[in-house]
Protein backbone atom coordinates (compact mmCIF):
# COMPACT_ATOMS: atom_id res chain seq x y z
CA UNK A 1 0.00 0.00 0.00
CA UNK A 2 0.65 3.46 -0.70
CA UNK A 3 2.33 6.38 1.86
CA UNK A 4 0.34 8.97 0.40
CA UNK A 5 -3.04 9.61 1.52
CA UNK A 6 -6.09 12.26 0.55
CA UNK A 7 -6.30 14.38 3.67
CA UNK A 8 -9.70 14.73 4.64
CA UNK A 9 -12.25 17.60 3.87
CA UNK A 10 -12.49 18.37 7.78
CA UNK A 11 -8.80 18.62 7.80
CA UNK A 12 -7.77 20.77 4.50
CA UNK A 13 -10.66 23.15 6.14
CA UNK A 14 -8.67 22.97 9.41
CA UNK A 15 -5.14 23.81 7.56
CA UNK A 16 -6.87 26.76 5.70
CA UNK A 17 -8.14 27.93 8.69
CA UNK A 18 -4.55 28.58 10.17
CA UNK A 19 -4.05 30.70 7.53
CA UNK A 20 -7.19 32.49 7.13
CA UNK A 21 -8.53 32.84 10.90
CA UNK A 22 -5.90 33.67 12.87
CA UNK A 23 -8.16 35.13 15.88
CA UNK A 24 -11.47 36.54 16.55
CA UNK A 25 -10.57 39.60 14.62
CA UNK A 26 -9.85 37.49 11.41
CA UNK A 27 -13.79 36.49 11.80
CA UNK A 28 -14.78 40.17 12.03
CA UNK A 29 -12.75 40.76 9.41
CA UNK A 30 -14.00 37.74 6.74
CA UNK A 31 -17.61 38.05 8.09
CA UNK A 32 -18.11 41.70 7.51
CA UNK A 33 -16.31 41.64 4.38
CA UNK A 34 -18.96 39.24 3.48
CA UNK A 35 -22.13 41.22 4.44
CA UNK A 36 -20.32 44.12 2.30
CA UNK A 37 -20.01 42.18 -0.77
CA UNK A 38 -23.94 40.91 -0.08
CA UNK A 39 -24.84 44.84 -0.19
CA UNK A 40 -25.53 45.14 3.06
CA UNK A 41 -26.68 48.66 4.36
CA UNK A 42 -26.19 48.14 8.13
CA UNK A 43 -23.60 45.80 9.89
CA UNK A 44 -23.79 44.92 13.06
CA UNK A 45 -20.88 43.03 14.92
CA UNK A 46 -21.59 41.94 18.72
CA UNK A 47 -18.49 40.21 20.61
CA UNK A 48 -18.64 38.59 24.10
CA UNK A 49 -15.39 38.04 25.50
CA UNK A 50 -13.28 39.70 23.37
CA UNK A 51 -14.96 37.76 20.52
CA UNK A 52 -13.12 34.85 22.30
CA UNK A 53 -16.82 33.12 23.68
CA UNK A 54 -18.98 34.62 20.81
CA UNK A 55 -19.39 36.81 17.75
CA UNK A 56 -22.02 37.22 15.70
CA UNK A 57 -22.44 39.38 12.79
CA UNK A 58 -25.66 40.69 11.14
CA UNK A 59 -26.20 42.49 7.72
CA UNK A 60 -28.97 43.35 5.85
CA UNK A 61 -27.76 42.07 2.53
CA UNK A 62 -29.23 40.36 -0.29
CA UNK A 63 -29.06 36.74 1.83
CA UNK A 64 -28.85 33.32 0.39
CA UNK A 65 -31.18 30.43 -1.18
CA UNK A 66 -31.15 26.89 0.87
CA UNK A 67 -28.96 26.03 -2.08
CA UNK A 68 -26.43 28.13 -1.75
CA UNK A 69 -26.04 28.56 1.62
CA UNK A 70 -25.76 24.93 1.97
CA UNK A 71 -22.93 25.26 -1.28
CA UNK A 72 -21.21 28.60 0.95
CA UNK A 73 -20.22 26.03 3.55
CA UNK A 74 -17.95 24.29 0.81
CA UNK A 75 -14.41 25.18 0.10
CA UNK A 76 -13.44 27.16 -3.01
CA UNK A 77 -17.24 27.59 -3.35
CA UNK A 78 -18.09 31.49 -4.40
CA UNK A 79 -20.19 33.62 -6.12
CA UNK A 80 -17.35 36.13 -6.54
CA UNK A 81 -15.35 34.86 -9.42
CA UNK A 82 -16.08 32.30 -12.25
CA UNK A 83 -12.79 32.36 -14.15
CA UNK A 84 -8.87 32.80 -14.95
CA UNK A 85 -9.62 36.24 -15.79
CA UNK A 86 -12.16 36.79 -13.57
CA UNK A 87 -9.12 36.94 -10.97
CA UNK A 88 -7.79 40.85 -12.68
CA UNK A 89 -11.40 41.76 -12.44
CA UNK A 90 -11.90 41.84 -8.60
CA UNK A 91 -13.97 44.36 -6.88
CA UNK A 92 -15.24 42.41 -4.20
CA UNK A 93 -13.12 41.93 -0.81
CA UNK A 94 -13.78 37.82 -1.23
CA UNK A 95 -13.20 35.80 -3.88
CA UNK A 96 -11.59 32.43 -2.84
CA UNK A 97 -14.45 31.20 -1.54
CA UNK A 98 -12.53 29.55 1.67
CA UNK A 99 -13.32 31.61 4.91
CA UNK A 100 -16.62 30.28 5.58
CA UNK A 101 -15.59 26.81 6.00
CA UNK A 102 -12.59 27.66 7.36
CA UNK A 103 -14.61 29.36 10.25
CA UNK A 104 -16.95 26.26 10.56
CA UNK A 105 -14.11 23.67 10.73
CA UNK A 106 -12.49 26.13 14.08
CA UNK A 107 -15.45 26.87 16.07
CA UNK A 108 -19.15 26.12 17.04
CA UNK A 109 -20.76 27.66 13.77
CA UNK A 110 -24.37 28.79 12.60
CA UNK A 111 -26.03 30.93 9.77
CA UNK A 112 -28.92 32.08 9.32
CA UNK A 113 -29.83 33.82 6.03
CA UNK A 114 -32.93 34.07 3.42
CA UNK A 115 -33.01 35.84 0.19
CA UNK A 116 -35.32 39.08 0.03
CA UNK A 117 -38.52 37.93 -0.41
CA UNK A 118 -38.17 34.02 1.44
CA UNK A 119 -41.09 33.01 3.98
CA UNK A 120 -38.31 30.97 5.48
CA UNK A 121 -34.99 30.99 6.45
CA UNK A 122 -32.39 28.71 6.16
CA UNK A 123 -29.77 27.64 9.69
CA UNK A 124 -27.31 25.91 9.15
CA UNK A 125 -25.37 24.45 12.30
CA UNK A 126 -21.59 23.11 12.45
CA UNK A 127 -19.90 21.95 15.14
CA UNK A 128 -15.55 22.02 14.31
CA UNK A 129 -16.10 21.20 10.96
CA UNK A 130 -18.43 18.37 11.23
CA UNK A 131 -21.45 17.66 9.22
CA UNK A 132 -23.93 20.68 8.76
CA UNK A 133 -27.37 20.33 10.24
CA UNK A 134 -30.07 22.12 8.10
CA UNK A 135 -33.16 23.59 9.36
CA UNK A 136 -36.09 26.19 9.04
CA UNK A 137 -36.03 29.30 10.96
CA UNK A 138 -37.80 32.82 10.55
CA UNK A 139 -36.25 35.02 8.18
CA UNK A 140 -33.60 37.65 9.75
CA UNK A 141 -33.96 39.88 6.73
CA UNK A 142 -30.46 39.51 5.33
CA UNK A 143 -27.76 36.95 7.06
CA UNK A 144 -26.54 36.38 10.48
CA UNK A 145 -23.82 34.01 11.49
CA UNK A 146 -22.77 33.15 14.87
CA UNK A 147 -19.38 31.86 16.12
CA UNK A 148 -19.11 30.88 19.44
CA UNK A 149 -15.87 28.95 21.25
CA UNK A 150 -13.60 29.86 18.56
CA UNK A 151 -11.00 26.92 18.43
CA UNK A 152 -12.21 25.04 20.74
CA UNK A 153 -11.10 21.89 18.74
CA UNK A 154 -7.50 23.38 18.02
CA UNK A 155 -6.63 24.05 21.90
CA UNK A 156 -3.08 24.97 20.42
CA UNK A 157 -4.46 28.03 18.25
CA UNK A 158 -6.51 29.05 21.16
CA UNK A 159 -3.28 29.07 23.47
CA UNK A 160 -2.11 31.75 21.28
CA UNK A 161 -4.36 33.92 21.53
CA UNK A 162 -3.96 37.43 23.73
CA UNK A 163 -6.03 38.78 26.82
CA UNK A 164 -9.66 39.74 25.80
CA UNK A 165 -8.87 43.29 26.14
CA UNK A 166 -6.18 43.21 23.07
CA UNK A 167 -8.32 40.60 21.43
CA UNK A 168 -11.01 43.21 21.49
CA UNK A 169 -8.94 45.93 20.28
CA UNK A 170 -7.83 44.13 17.10
CA UNK A 171 -11.72 43.41 16.53
CA UNK A 172 -12.24 47.40 16.61
CA UNK A 173 -9.33 47.57 14.13
CA UNK A 174 -10.53 44.69 11.44
CA UNK A 175 -13.80 46.73 11.25
CA UNK A 176 -12.83 50.21 11.43
CA UNK A 177 -10.96 49.44 8.17
CA UNK A 178 -13.48 48.49 6.95
CA UNK A 179 -15.92 51.31 7.70
CA UNK A 180 -13.18 53.38 6.56
CA UNK A 181 -13.29 52.20 3.11
CA UNK A 182 -17.09 51.98 3.21
CA UNK A 183 -19.10 54.99 4.48
CA UNK A 184 -21.97 54.22 2.60
CA UNK A 185 -22.27 51.21 5.00
CA UNK A 186 -23.43 51.51 8.49
CA UNK A 187 -21.28 49.75 10.98
CA UNK A 188 -21.68 49.05 14.51
CA UNK A 189 -20.09 46.59 17.15
CA UNK A 190 -20.72 46.04 20.36
CA UNK A 191 -18.87 44.52 23.65
CA UNK A 192 -20.64 42.79 26.41
CA UNK A 193 -23.51 45.36 25.78
CA UNK A 194 -21.51 48.30 25.66
CA UNK A 195 -21.68 50.11 21.69
CA UNK A 196 -17.94 50.62 20.79
CA UNK A 197 -18.06 51.57 16.94
CA UNK A 198 -21.30 53.54 16.31
CA UNK A 199 -20.82 54.68 12.75
CA UNK A 200 -23.92 55.02 10.83
CA UNK A 201 -23.78 55.46 6.58
CA UNK A 202 -22.52 58.66 5.63
CA UNK A 203 -22.38 58.21 1.92
CA UNK A 204 -21.32 62.08 1.13
CA UNK A 205 -19.43 62.61 4.12
CA UNK A 206 -16.70 60.73 4.17
CA UNK A 207 -15.16 62.92 6.62
CA UNK A 208 -17.47 62.48 9.17
CA UNK A 209 -16.49 58.54 8.93
CA UNK A 210 -13.39 59.13 9.84
CA UNK A 211 -13.68 61.27 12.74
CA UNK A 212 -16.63 58.79 13.59
CA UNK A 213 -13.75 56.13 13.73
CA UNK A 214 -10.37 57.51 14.25
CA UNK A 215 -11.63 60.05 16.83
CA UNK A 216 -13.37 63.63 16.30
CA UNK A 217 -10.23 65.30 17.44
CA UNK A 218 -8.69 64.57 14.32
CA UNK A 219 -11.41 66.05 11.76
CA UNK A 220 -10.38 69.69 11.89
CA UNK A 221 -7.00 68.75 11.26
CA UNK A 222 -7.69 66.68 8.09
CA UNK A 223 -6.52 67.90 4.30
CA UNK A 224 -8.19 66.61 1.48
CA UNK A 225 -5.88 64.80 -0.79
CA UNK A 226 -7.51 64.29 -4.76
CA UNK A 227 -4.77 63.33 -7.60
CA UNK A 228 -5.15 61.70 -10.62
CA UNK A 229 -2.27 60.61 -13.24
CA UNK A 230 -1.78 58.02 -15.43
CA UNK A 231 -4.53 56.11 -14.54
CA UNK A 232 -4.11 56.42 -10.73
CA UNK A 233 -6.18 57.65 -8.74
CA UNK A 234 -5.38 58.45 -5.21
CA UNK A 235 -8.08 60.38 -2.85
CA UNK A 236 -8.86 60.69 0.98
CA UNK A 237 -7.60 62.73 4.08
CA UNK A 238 -4.33 63.43 5.33
CA UNK A 239 -4.51 64.76 9.04
CA UNK A 240 -2.01 67.84 9.16
CA UNK A 241 1.65 67.83 10.36
CA UNK A 242 0.16 68.81 13.83
CA UNK A 243 -1.40 65.82 14.14
CA UNK A 244 0.81 62.81 14.50
CA UNK A 245 1.15 59.07 16.46
CA UNK A 246 4.23 58.03 17.59
CA UNK A 247 3.53 54.48 15.60
CA UNK A 248 2.22 54.17 11.72
CA UNK A 249 -0.98 52.75 13.60
CA UNK A 250 -2.98 55.78 11.99
CA UNK A 251 -1.43 55.15 8.52
CA UNK A 252 -4.41 53.88 6.58
CA UNK A 253 -3.86 53.02 2.81
CA UNK A 254 -6.60 50.93 0.70
CA UNK A 255 -6.26 49.91 -2.80
CA UNK A 256 -9.32 49.71 -4.71
CA UNK A 257 -11.19 49.91 -1.09
CA UNK A 258 -9.32 47.10 -0.10
CA UNK A 259 -7.11 48.10 3.38
CA UNK A 260 -3.44 47.05 2.74
CA UNK A 261 -0.16 47.10 4.13
CA UNK A 262 2.55 48.06 1.48
CA UNK A 263 5.49 48.83 2.18
CA UNK A 264 6.42 50.80 -1.04
CA UNK A 265 3.19 52.64 -0.28
CA UNK A 266 3.74 52.98 3.45
CA UNK A 267 6.88 54.81 2.48
CA UNK A 268 5.72 56.88 -0.48
CA UNK A 269 3.32 58.64 2.07
CA UNK A 270 5.94 58.91 4.86
CA UNK A 271 8.83 60.64 2.36
CA UNK A 272 6.35 62.79 1.29
CA UNK A 273 5.50 63.74 4.98
CA UNK A 274 9.15 63.91 5.82
CA UNK A 275 9.87 67.62 5.82
CA UNK A 276 6.77 68.05 7.74
CA UNK A 277 6.94 65.88 10.45
CA UNK A 278 9.89 65.73 13.33
CA UNK A 279 11.54 62.19 13.58
CA UNK A 280 9.61 59.19 15.48
CA UNK A 281 6.07 60.87 14.51
CA UNK A 282 3.65 59.39 11.68
CA UNK A 283 1.29 61.09 10.08
CA UNK A 284 -2.65 60.17 10.15
CA UNK A 285 -4.48 59.51 7.12
CA UNK A 286 -6.89 57.60 5.25
CA UNK A 287 -5.49 57.25 1.63
CA UNK A 288 -7.56 55.59 -0.82
CA UNK A 289 -5.42 54.40 -4.37
CA UNK A 290 -7.71 53.27 -7.24
CA UNK A 291 -6.50 51.63 -9.97
CA UNK A 292 -7.72 49.63 -12.74
CA UNK A 293 -8.26 45.71 -11.34
CA UNK A 294 -5.82 44.53 -14.00
CA UNK A 295 -3.60 46.31 -13.03
CA UNK A 296 -2.94 44.60 -9.22
CA UNK A 297 -2.76 41.34 -8.32
CA UNK A 298 -4.96 40.75 -4.93
CA UNK A 299 -4.22 37.13 -4.79
CA UNK A 300 -0.92 36.85 -2.86
CA UNK A 301 -1.88 37.38 0.65
CA UNK A 302 -3.40 34.64 2.45
CA UNK A 303 -5.57 37.27 5.08
CA UNK A 304 -5.22 39.68 1.84
CA UNK A 305 -3.43 42.01 3.36
CA UNK A 306 -0.68 43.14 0.75
CA UNK A 307 -1.10 43.49 -3.19
CA UNK A 308 1.00 43.65 -6.37
CA UNK A 309 0.89 46.72 -8.39
CA UNK A 310 1.93 45.65 -11.69
CA UNK A 311 3.91 49.18 -12.10
CA UNK A 312 4.13 50.27 -8.42
CA UNK A 313 6.62 53.69 -9.19
CA UNK A 314 3.60 55.38 -11.12
CA UNK A 315 1.18 54.49 -7.61
CA UNK A 316 3.73 55.60 -5.64
CA UNK A 317 4.62 59.11 -7.34
CA UNK A 318 0.71 60.07 -7.49
CA UNK A 319 0.46 59.10 -3.95
CA UNK A 320 3.59 61.54 -3.11
CA UNK A 321 2.06 64.26 -5.74
CA UNK A 322 -1.05 63.91 -3.54
CA UNK A 323 0.20 64.22 -0.43
CA UNK A 324 3.01 66.90 -1.22
CA UNK A 325 0.31 69.05 -2.88
CA UNK A 326 -2.33 69.19 -0.11
CA UNK A 327 0.60 69.61 2.14
CA UNK A 328 2.00 72.31 0.35
CA UNK A 329 -1.66 73.96 -0.07
CA UNK A 330 -2.27 73.57 4.19
CA UNK A 331 -4.34 76.31 5.24
CA UNK A 332 -1.24 77.33 8.43
CA UNK A 333 1.10 77.70 4.63
CA UNK A 334 0.80 81.22 3.51
CA UNK A 335 3.67 81.15 1.51
CA UNK A 336 3.84 78.52 -1.33
CA UNK A 337 7.63 79.56 -2.33
CA UNK A 338 8.94 78.79 1.23
CA UNK A 339 9.99 75.54 2.56
CA UNK A 340 7.38 74.33 5.21
CA UNK A 341 9.69 74.88 8.25
CA UNK A 342 10.76 78.14 7.50
CA UNK A 343 7.18 79.40 7.14
CA UNK A 344 5.82 78.17 9.76
CA UNK A 345 8.56 79.75 11.66
CA UNK A 346 7.76 82.98 10.33
CA UNK A 347 4.58 83.30 11.49
CA UNK A 348 5.52 81.25 14.87
CA UNK A 349 8.10 84.05 15.99
CA UNK A 350 5.70 86.70 15.30
CA UNK A 351 2.76 85.16 17.20
CA UNK A 352 5.36 83.99 20.10
CA UNK A 353 5.95 88.56 20.19
CA UNK A 354 2.67 89.56 20.52
CA UNK A 355 1.64 86.08 23.22
CA UNK A 356 4.81 87.50 25.12
CA UNK A 357 4.57 91.45 24.60
CA UNK A 358 0.78 91.08 25.89
CA UNK A 359 1.64 88.31 28.74
CA UNK A 360 4.23 91.09 30.19
CA UNK A 361 1.71 93.70 29.87
CA UNK A 362 -0.93 92.11 31.86
CA UNK A 363 2.03 90.74 33.99
CA UNK A 364 3.28 94.50 34.53
CA UNK A 365 6.41 92.66 34.95
CA UNK A 366 9.59 94.19 32.66
CA UNK A 367 10.45 91.46 29.56
CA UNK A 368 13.54 91.25 28.13
CA UNK A 369 12.81 91.15 24.31
CA UNK A 370 16.79 89.34 24.04
CA UNK A 371 16.14 86.40 26.28
CA UNK A 372 14.22 84.41 23.57
CA UNK A 373 17.09 83.04 20.85
CA UNK A 374 15.95 83.22 17.31
CA UNK A 375 13.41 80.45 16.59
CA UNK A 376 13.72 81.45 12.60
CA UNK A 377 16.45 78.95 12.89
CA UNK A 378 14.93 76.16 14.43
CA UNK A 379 13.55 73.21 12.54
CA UNK A 380 10.13 72.00 13.56
CA UNK A 381 9.99 69.66 16.11
CA UNK A 382 7.61 66.23 17.21
CA UNK A 383 4.15 66.59 17.58
CA UNK A 384 1.57 64.76 18.95
CA UNK A 385 -1.72 66.86 18.06
CA UNK A 386 -3.94 68.60 21.00
CA UNK A 387 -3.07 66.80 23.10
CA UNK A 388 -1.19 68.19 26.44
CA UNK A 389 -0.39 66.46 30.41
CA UNK A 390 -3.35 67.93 32.62
CA UNK A 391 -3.22 68.36 36.07
CA UNK A 392 -1.06 65.59 38.35
CA UNK A 393 -1.54 63.50 34.70
CA UNK A 394 1.43 61.69 32.97
CA UNK A 395 2.31 63.68 29.98
CA UNK A 396 2.95 61.91 26.14
CA UNK A 397 6.44 59.82 26.46
CA UNK A 398 8.83 62.17 25.45
CA UNK A 399 7.06 64.87 25.70
CA UNK A 400 9.58 67.18 27.97
CA UNK A 401 12.67 66.59 26.01
CA UNK A 402 11.17 67.69 22.73
CA UNK A 403 10.57 71.11 24.51
CA UNK A 404 13.18 73.81 23.38
CA UNK A 405 13.84 76.29 26.00
CA UNK A 406 13.05 79.55 24.52
CA UNK A 407 13.51 81.82 27.84
CA UNK A 408 11.74 83.09 30.74
CA UNK A 409 8.82 85.29 31.26
CA UNK A 410 8.53 87.54 34.03
CA UNK A 411 11.34 85.74 35.92
CA UNK A 412 8.21 82.99 36.82
CA UNK A 413 7.92 81.20 33.77
CA UNK A 414 9.84 79.40 31.34
CA UNK A 415 8.50 79.34 27.63
CA UNK A 416 9.21 77.10 25.28
CA UNK A 417 8.50 75.88 21.64
CA UNK A 418 6.88 72.76 21.82
CA UNK A 419 5.87 69.81 19.37
CA UNK A 420 5.22 71.58 15.67
CA UNK A 421 5.58 74.77 16.89
CA UNK A 422 2.77 75.47 19.69
CA UNK A 423 3.84 77.53 22.61
CA UNK A 424 4.75 76.21 25.95
CA UNK A 425 4.58 77.94 29.21
CA UNK A 426 6.33 75.90 32.25
CA UNK A 427 5.97 76.66 35.51
CA UNK A 428 9.39 75.98 37.50
CA UNK A 429 8.40 75.60 40.28
CA UNK A 430 6.28 73.08 39.40
CA UNK A 431 9.13 71.40 37.59
CA UNK A 432 11.67 70.96 40.51
CA UNK A 433 8.28 70.46 42.93
CA UNK A 434 7.75 67.10 40.56
CA UNK A 435 11.19 66.14 39.79
CA UNK A 436 12.08 66.53 43.93
CA UNK A 437 8.89 64.48 44.64
CA UNK A 438 10.31 61.70 41.96
CA UNK A 439 13.31 61.46 43.48
CA UNK A 440 12.03 61.46 47.13
CA UNK A 441 9.54 58.86 46.28
CA UNK A 442 12.48 56.57 44.91
CA UNK A 443 14.60 56.84 47.92
CA UNK A 444 12.18 56.47 50.52
CA UNK A 445 11.02 53.09 48.99
CA UNK A 446 14.99 51.90 48.76
CA UNK A 447 15.28 53.48 52.75
CA UNK A 448 17.51 56.00 51.48
CA UNK A 449 16.50 59.17 53.00
CA UNK A 450 16.91 57.25 56.71
CA UNK A 451 20.11 56.08 55.74
CA UNK A 452 21.70 59.30 54.09
CA UNK A 453 25.21 61.03 54.82
CA UNK A 454 25.20 63.39 57.14
CA UNK A 455 26.22 67.07 55.48
CA UNK A 456 27.46 70.15 55.89
CA UNK A 457 23.60 71.24 57.00
CA UNK A 458 23.05 73.06 60.43
CA UNK A 459 19.83 74.91 61.31
CA UNK A 460 17.80 76.13 64.55
CA UNK A 461 14.14 76.94 64.72
CA UNK A 462 12.31 78.41 67.27
CA UNK A 463 8.68 77.84 67.37
CA UNK A 464 5.52 76.48 69.19
CA UNK A 465 4.83 73.24 67.62
CA UNK A 466 8.43 72.53 69.18
CA UNK A 467 7.06 69.38 71.18
CA UNK A 468 4.76 68.15 68.44
CA UNK A 469 7.71 68.33 66.06
CA UNK A 470 9.60 66.44 68.61
CA UNK A 471 7.39 64.07 69.10
CA UNK A 472 7.60 63.18 65.50
CA UNK A 473 10.85 62.50 65.32
CA UNK A 474 11.25 59.08 64.07
CA UNK A 475 8.84 59.38 61.35
CA UNK A 476 10.69 62.96 60.53
CA UNK A 477 14.21 61.13 60.50
CA UNK A 478 12.70 58.20 58.09
CA UNK A 479 12.01 61.06 55.84
CA UNK A 480 15.36 62.18 55.81
CA UNK A 481 14.57 65.08 58.27
CA UNK A 482 16.32 65.39 61.89
CA UNK A 483 15.68 67.05 64.82
CA UNK A 484 16.80 67.51 68.13
CA UNK A 485 15.57 69.27 71.10
CA UNK A 486 17.92 72.52 71.64
CA UNK A 487 16.32 73.91 74.92
CA UNK A 488 12.77 75.47 75.29
CA UNK A 489 10.78 76.04 72.04
CA UNK A 490 14.22 76.00 69.77
CA UNK A 491 14.89 72.97 67.53
CA UNK A 492 18.61 71.86 65.97
CA UNK A 493 18.07 70.46 62.33
CA UNK A 494 21.22 68.28 61.49
CA UNK A 495 20.16 66.85 58.37
CA UNK A 496 17.61 67.50 55.51
CA UNK A 497 16.95 66.16 51.99
CA UNK A 498 19.86 67.99 50.17
CA UNK A 499 17.20 69.77 47.89
CA UNK A 500 15.80 71.29 51.05
CA UNK A 501 18.48 72.98 52.29
CA UNK A 502 17.79 76.50 50.60
CA UNK A 503 14.49 76.53 52.13
CA UNK A 504 12.65 78.01 54.77
CA UNK A 505 12.73 75.69 57.45
CA UNK A 506 9.84 77.07 59.53
CA UNK A 507 7.88 77.07 56.45
CA UNK A 508 7.36 73.17 55.99
CA UNK A 509 8.69 71.47 58.87
CA UNK A 510 5.16 71.64 61.53
CA UNK A 511 3.37 70.60 58.44
CA UNK A 512 5.74 67.63 57.31
CA UNK A 513 5.84 66.58 61.26
CA UNK A 514 1.78 66.95 61.19
CA UNK A 515 1.66 64.76 57.92
CA UNK A 516 -0.85 61.71 58.30
CA UNK A 517 1.33 59.56 55.97
CA UNK A 518 4.80 59.12 54.18
CA UNK A 519 3.23 60.17 51.02
CA UNK A 520 1.75 63.65 52.49
CA UNK A 521 4.93 64.07 54.06
CA UNK A 522 7.08 63.80 51.11
CA UNK A 523 4.19 65.88 49.02
CA UNK A 524 4.99 68.57 51.25
CA UNK A 525 8.92 68.21 50.97
CA UNK A 526 8.72 68.85 47.78
CA UNK A 527 6.19 71.67 47.48
CA UNK A 528 9.03 73.11 49.91
CA UNK A 529 11.63 72.17 47.56
CA UNK A 530 9.73 73.76 44.85
CA UNK A 531 8.71 77.19 46.50
CA UNK A 532 12.56 77.79 47.06
CA UNK A 533 14.38 80.88 45.52
CA UNK A 534 14.66 80.14 41.81
CA UNK A 535 18.32 80.70 41.16
CA UNK A 536 19.80 81.15 37.08
CA UNK A 537 19.72 78.08 34.93
CA UNK A 538 21.73 77.47 31.98
CA UNK A 539 19.93 75.72 29.04
CA UNK A 540 22.00 73.07 29.49
CA UNK A 541 20.55 72.34 33.37
CA UNK A 542 16.70 72.90 31.90
CA UNK A 543 17.18 70.40 28.97
CA UNK A 544 18.44 67.79 31.87
CA UNK A 545 15.82 68.91 33.82
CA UNK A 546 13.38 68.36 31.03
CA UNK A 547 14.68 65.04 30.73
CA UNK A 548 14.32 64.19 33.88
CA UNK A 549 10.50 65.11 34.04
CA UNK A 550 10.37 62.38 31.33
CA UNK A 551 11.12 59.76 33.26
CA UNK A 552 9.27 60.97 36.38
CA UNK A 553 5.84 59.13 37.85
CA UNK A 554 3.41 61.78 37.49
CA UNK A 555 0.56 59.41 39.20
CA UNK A 556 2.44 60.64 42.57
CA UNK A 557 0.51 63.41 43.61
CA UNK A 558 2.41 66.55 43.59
CA UNK A 559 0.52 70.06 45.45
CA UNK A 560 1.85 72.13 42.65
CA UNK A 561 0.43 69.37 39.90
CA UNK A 562 0.37 71.57 37.16
CA UNK A 563 4.31 71.76 35.02
CA UNK A 564 2.25 72.58 31.82
CA UNK A 565 0.87 76.30 32.63
CA UNK A 566 -0.34 76.62 29.21
CA UNK A 567 0.51 75.00 25.59
CA UNK A 568 -1.30 76.69 22.63
CA UNK A 569 -0.76 75.18 19.30
CA UNK A 570 0.58 77.09 16.56
CA UNK A 571 -2.78 76.66 14.65
CA UNK A 572 -4.53 78.78 17.89
CA UNK A 573 -1.52 81.41 17.62
CA UNK A 574 -1.88 81.46 14.00
CA UNK A 575 -5.72 82.26 14.00
CA UNK A 576 -5.28 84.94 17.02
CA UNK A 577 -2.25 86.40 14.87
CA UNK A 578 -4.49 86.79 11.68
CA UNK A 579 -7.64 88.31 13.99
CA UNK A 580 -5.06 91.16 14.27
N1 LIG B 1 -23.40 37.63 4.58
C1 LIG B 1 -23.60 37.04 3.41
N2 LIG B 1 -24.66 37.39 2.63
C2 LIG B 1 -24.86 36.81 1.45
N3 LIG B 1 -24.05 35.85 0.92
C3 LIG B 1 -22.98 35.48 1.63
C4 LIG B 1 -22.69 36.04 2.90
N4 LIG B 1 -21.57 35.46 3.37
C5 LIG B 1 -21.18 34.60 2.44
N5 LIG B 1 -22.00 34.59 1.37
C6 LIG B 1 -21.89 33.75 0.17
O1 LIG B 1 -21.09 32.66 0.51
C7 LIG B 1 -19.97 32.55 -0.36
C8 LIG B 1 -18.80 32.00 0.42
O2 LIG B 1 -18.32 32.96 1.36
P1 LIG B 1 -16.78 32.95 1.75
O3 LIG B 1 -16.50 34.09 2.61
O4 LIG B 1 -16.43 31.61 2.23
O5 LIG B 1 -16.07 33.11 0.35
P2 LIG B 1 -15.88 34.40 -0.53
O6 LIG B 1 -16.34 35.60 0.17
O7 LIG B 1 -16.48 34.12 -1.84
O8 LIG B 1 -14.31 34.41 -0.70
P3 LIG B 1 -13.19 34.60 0.46
O9 LIG B 1 -12.85 33.27 0.99
O10 LIG B 1 -12.10 35.23 -0.27
O11 LIG B 1 -13.82 35.45 1.50
C9 LIG B 1 -19.79 33.93 -0.92
O12 LIG B 1 -19.19 33.89 -2.19
C10 LIG B 1 -21.20 34.47 -0.96
O13 LIG B 1 -21.84 34.10 -2.14
MG1 LIG C 1 -15.66 36.04 2.09
Not at 141 to 148: C, K, L, P
Not at 189 to 199: A, D, F, M, Q
Not at 331 to 344: H, I, K
Not at 415 to 434: F, H, I, N, Y
Request: aromatic share 6%; glycine share 8%; proline share 7%.
Amino acid sequence: MGRIRRLSDELINQIAAGEVVERPASVVKELAENAVDAGATTVRVLLSEGGLSAIAVIDDGHGMSREDAILSLERHATSKLRDKDGLFQIRTKGFRGEAIPSIASVSRFTMITSEADALVATKISIEGGGAPVVEDAPPPGGTRIDVVDLFFNVPARRKFLKRESTELTHCEEALTRLALAHPEVGFFLEHGGRLLISSPATPQRPRERIAALLGSEVEPHLLEIDERRLGVHVHGFIASPEFTLPTARGLYTFVNRRYVRDRGVNSAVQRSFQDSLPPGRQPVCAIFIDVDPESVDVNVHPQKLEVRFSDPRTTQDALAAAVSRALKAAPWRQDPSMPVGDALNAHYAQAVDRFLSRANELSGLPFDPQAPPSVMDQPMRASFGTARPGINEAPPPGYFSQLKYLGELGKRFWVCEGPGGSLVVLDPRAVRERIVLDSLRARFREGALREAPQTLFRATLTTPDAKAILAAQDRLAGWGVEVEAFGGETLALTRVPPELEATEVASWLPLVAAAPDDDAALSELAFAAGAAPLRAVTHDEIRKLLAQLDDADFSARARRAAVVVSDVPLLDLEAQADRG
